[in-house]
């Protein structure tokens, strides 16, 4: 009996238990995709559907998540003093950032994923793919130290206020994912801001004191002395005092492009081996993500293209006035600092928050470029812009598409 | 890091010189070796140009040309190969569903077992009793078929071995007034043959069109080339055109594709002449009245396939119907693939018989985009010049959506098939994929050459927002147009249905 048997044969009824057949649906149409043949219109269909176009959002965004999870341990064991090569302690660094990221994870598909389930089976409709996208970008653009029940809470706002309220998938306005950051920001501004939420481990921890380690690191401990590795030792770890986890925007913003220079190279902040959110220090790889997108076709380079343009128009416009060091700071620079790749990589191109018009993209990416950049550099509170001027622009992402409509339409009903 | 940037700078532009000059080189070394360089792509440099902003190549000197960047070619395995199959129908039918417009249950002028000539009168409909409706074929009325509500689905003649026609006078066109012309074609039968644009319809007789428009050629997936379906029937076409140029205030323009541009199309006379090339649907009507001259609020204007207006023109030239009619039998289930030449109705059974790989087979009257699924008892709608076949896709396929095991046709990047631009897929009816709210990330736009934004548009139509539907553009189209979009649409939503909803309701506000 094959899988497809098994399959066919534990079918839950779908009026008694709508939610047990919901999931069935899911796992069914994710392990053999459906047998339905067109009727009516065209005879033949392209081989693209919306979970095809999804996964390869997922798939670009592997390699960050690769990074991302190394890229924890190592700026743990940076900021503990220990380890100060990137490859040293491979081991520990990759079972540190895994022991911090995959709880993360979890608890974004669980919180997000169930929502999703238990509103499809209200709905009586199959649940929609949007989730998987936004559920592996949560992950990339939080701190590596949030802690889970706040990341739950936002990932509830976002999913039922964001999207559900408003009809679900291609529905939403809000970028899920950024709403859920956005949540954090305002609702809990200490967990996502200052200088210590960036590197785990460190949050919170008086002066004097020592970085520890919790149960799942003393498990790999047995298995590292086994193996006669090194393993997690909280007592060789620096007493903290004093220590920073600034990352280089809050340096630029306080003092200009010295300030970051002295503390990272130019090299580092390329590779991505600094402190910063889970996914977005490392541009090499996401610019492959975003070259893979490109190719695809499943992300639009005009908005990609477009947003690179407005940032850099604004950084010049701020070179020009120069009034902070955090202006002076040369255009080209502002690229190395902060998520801006990630940003308009995989998130301005959300096609359900986008402008849907090829004019509109142009318009709404250059915009997000342009206020962005203005919000890194001149707001006081929090160095970094991209979260809200996507936001922002989602919010008008449908009045630019009702001018480039309009202009449209008038073209038609004018020469009548 | 400054001065990084500016060597790489430095060596991007000292290789854009370095080829720029090759190029260069390349193109003189053409020249004087006699190479066309207007025609061949000599040179490294790939021969850039936009929309309309190209250069006119020497062979669109007889008219305008337009490059459509947009679209989308669906490469399907079985083309048609240049045989002609010897299956035969002897049965034909009428179908008054064909013509859109005519109330469901038409006058009939004959009954079951009654004879008819070619080109004698077979129903018309009861709002319009001018317009007749004629026989394909002479020979026996054998059925009336019905379907629900008791509409006539079918007026079935079982044809005579040898065709005899009815004859007609027809009026010297140098001296007949426009009203006589018309009455003439309304009798004899050829008036259903015209299509009005906006909505599909047949014309009212008082009518006239701004212009008439022509395709005379066909990019949808297999299509039948026309150079054959016409063969032997120049004289015939040539005398349509010349009856449809004193129908309209205009012209009747003719849309030529660039690669038939040295044919006898080009020499046709009483008509402009539009160049195109580009990819599906450059060759539909639509988007060619688009770019010549598109259709704005109360303008009418008339379109025709090829044989239509030869068959008009027989009347001219023959003195008699002629609705002889080759067809393409196309696709990959199909054991040997050409044309048969045969009548308009014709029984599909028969045209197919013997002909078929497997049971397990969709029969489509027309292509896989916008054809009519028919069993073997149906016959072929009134301008369907193609049979294709294709397989069910009726089967679970496990991962489908993540590594589908067949290679399948897509307008994205998502499969490798941008590395094979030549291979030829052999598709099935499976709809890879469950429908989804709509995702707008810009596919429509992408395949479709005109100035419209399909998403808009079909939004607006949910919508029932009348001055929107009409704004955004809803009377430049048909489904004929907007059925790659369908192909394409990551949601598989029925765009077709609703553009023709949208349609109907614009019409009904007329």
Redesign the interface.
């Known amino acids: 009996m094959g899988?497809?048997d098994i399959f066919k044969k534990i079918e839950p009824d779908k009026k008694k238990s709508p939610i047990l057949h919901t999931l069935y649906d899911a796992a069914f149409?994710f392990?053999?995709?459906?047998?339905?043949?067109?009727d009516?219109?065209?005879?033949?269909?392209?081989?693209?559907?919306?979970?095809?176009?999804m996964?390869?959002v997922v798939l670009a965004l592997q390699l960050c998540f690769l990074f991302g999870t190394y890229n924890i341990g190592h700026q743990h064991f940076v900021a503990g003093g220990e380890f100060l090569g990137f490859l040293e302690g491979f081991h520990l660094k990759l079972i540190h950032g895994l022991i911090q990221l995959v709880p993360i994870v979890l608890v974004t598909m669980i919180v997000g994923l169930g929502i999703e389930i238990i509103f499809a089976a209200r709905k009586g409709h199959?649940v929609?793919?949007g989730f998987i996208v936004s559920g592996m970008l949560i992950p990339l653009i939080m701190p590596p130290d949030t802690p889970l029940w706040i990341l739950a809470v936002s990932i509830a706002f976002a999913v039922i206020i964001g999207k559900e309220a408003f009809?679900?998938?291609?529905?939403n306005i809000w970028n899920v994912a950024l709403l859920s950051r956005v949540f954090i920001f305002f609702a809990y501004p200490t967990t996502i801001s200052g200088d210590q939420v960036w590197v785990s481990g460190y949050e919170g921890l008086a002066a004097g004191t020592q970085a520890s380690y919790g149960w799942a690191h003393g498990l790999f401990n047995s298995l590292f002395e086994v193996m006669g590795v090194d393993q997690f030792d909280s007592a060789r770890t620096a007493v903290v005092d004093g220590y920073s986890g600034a990352t280089p925007l809050a340096l630029a913003y306080s003092g200009g492009w010295e300030a970051v220079t002295e503390k990272f190279s130019?090299a580092q902040m390329w590779w991505g081996t600094i402190p910063g959110s889970i996914g977005e220090t490392s541009k090499p790889f996401i610019l492959i993500g975003a070259l893979m997108l490109i190719?695809?076709?499943?992300a639009?380079w005009r908005i990609m293209l477009s947003a690179t343009i407005g940032a850099a128009v604004m950084a010049l416009l701020l070179n020009a006035w120069g009034a902070t060091p955090f202006m002076e700071v040369?255009w080209?620079?502002q690229f190395y600092m902060g998520s801006f790749f990630f940003a308009a990589a995989f998130m301005a191109t959300d096609?359900?928050t986008a402008s849907?018009?090829?004019t509109g993209?142009w318009i709404y990416g250059f915009l997000i470029g342009f206020i962005g950049m203005i919000v890194r550099v001149m707001n006081p509170a929090y160095p970094e812009g991209w979260m809200l001027a996507i936001l922002f622009l989602n919010t008008f992402s449908a009045l630019i598409?009702h001018y480039v409509?309009e202009a449209?339409?008038?073209k038609?009903?004018q020469?009548? | 890091?400054?001065s990084t940037?500016l060597i790489i700078i430095g060596v991007i532009l000292l290789l854009a010189v370095i080829m720029n000059v090759s190029d260069s080189l390349l193109q003189i070394e053409a020249k004087k070796s006699g190479i066309d360089i207007e025609q061949e792509d000599i040179g490294i440099i790939p021969n850039l140009s936009f929309d309309g902003g190209g250069k006119k190549p020497a062979f669109a000197a007889g008219g305008s040309y337009h490059k459509l960047k947009q679209g989308f070619d669906?490469k399907l395995a079985g083309e048609a190969t240049h045989d002609v199959l010897s299956n035969q129908s002897s049965t034909f039918a009428i179908r008054p569903m064909d013509y859109r417009g005519i109330a469901p249950i038409p006058k009939l002028f004959v009954e079951v077992g009654q004879e008819v000539k070619a080109g004698e009168p077979l129903f018309f409909n009861k709002a319009t009793p001018d317009i007749i409706y004629p026989a394909p074929v002479s020979g026996e009325v054998v059925e009336v078929r019905r379907g629900a509500k008791r509409a006539i689905s079918d007026v079935v003649i079982l044809a005579d071995k040898k065709i005899t026609y009815h004859t007609v006078t027809a009026p010297d066109l140098t001296k007949a007034t426009r009203e006589e012309l018309v009455a003439f074609l309304m009798q004899s039968g050829v008036w259903p043959m015209i299509n009005k644009r906006p909505f599909d319809v047949v014309p009212a007789q008082d009518e006239v069109p701004r212009d008439i428009f022509i395709s005379t050629f066909d990019t949808a997936?297999l299509a039948p080339d026309t150079m054959i379906l016409l063969a032997g029937k120049e004289k015939d076409f040539q005398a349509g055109v010349n009856v449809l140029s004193q129908l309209t205030e205009g012209s009747v323009h003719l849309g030529i594709q660039d690669i038939a541009s040295s044919s006898w199309l080009s020499t046709v006379n009483n008509a402009e002449k539009h160049y195109f090339s580009g990819k599906h649907p450059t060759g539909n009507v639509g988007v060619q009245i688009h770019h010549i001259n598109?259709i704005?609020?109360?303008d009418t204007v008339w379109t025709l396939g090829v044989q239509e207006v030869a068959s008009i023109g027989s009347l001219f030239t023959k003195g008699y119907l002629d609705t002889s009619r080759k067809v393409a039998l196309v696709g990959d289930e199909f054991q040997s693939t050409g044309y048969v030449e045969t009548y308009l109705g014709a029984n599909i059974g028969e045209l197919v018989k013997g002909n078929l790989k497997s049971e397990n087979t969709?029969i489509?009257a027309g292509d896989?985009?916008?054809?009519r699924?028919v069993n073997t008892e149906d016959f072929i709608s009134a301008t369907t010049d193609q049979i294709?076949t294709?397989k069910?896709?009726?089967?679970?396929?496990?991962?489908?959506?993540?590594v589908?095991i067949a290679p399948?046709?897509?307008?994205?990047?998502?499969?490798p098939n941008f590395l094979f631009p030549k291979h030829k897929f052999i598709?099935?009816?499976?709809?890879?994929?469950?429908q989804?709210?709509?995702?707008?990330?810009?596919?429509y736009?992408?395949v479709l050459p005109m100035?419209?934004?399909p998403?808009?548009l079909v939004k607006a139509i949910l919508a029932n927002d009348y001055e929107?539907m009409?704004?955004?553009?809803i009377n430049e189209l048909s489904e004929e147009d907007i059925?790659i979009c369908?192909?394409?649409?990551?949601?598989?939503q029925?765009?077709?249905?609703i553009l023709r909803q949208g349609l109907d309701m614009m019409r009904e506000q007329l």
């Open positions: 899988l497809l149409t392990a053999y995709s459906p047998d339905s043949v067109t009516g219109g065209v005879h033949i269909r392209d081989g693209l559907d919306l979970k095809r176009m996964i390869h199959a929609e793919e009809g679900g998938t291609g529905m130019v190719v695809t076709k499943v639009s040369p080209y620079y096609p359900v849907t018009t090829n993209k598409d409509l449209n339409m008038k038609r009903l020469s009548a | 890091m400054l940037t669906i997936p598109p704005r609020s109360n969709r489509i896989v985009l916008t054809g699924k294709t294709v069910e896709g009726d089967y679970n396929e496990f991962l489908g959506w993540l589908p399948r046709p897509s307008t994205s990047g998502t499969f598709a099935d009816t499976n709809t890879h994929g469950e989804r709210a709509f995702v707008a990330s810009g596919q736009e992408s100035d419209i934004y998403t808009h929107r009409e704004g955004l553009g059925a369908e192909f394409a649409c990551v949601s598989k029925p765009l077709q249905k």
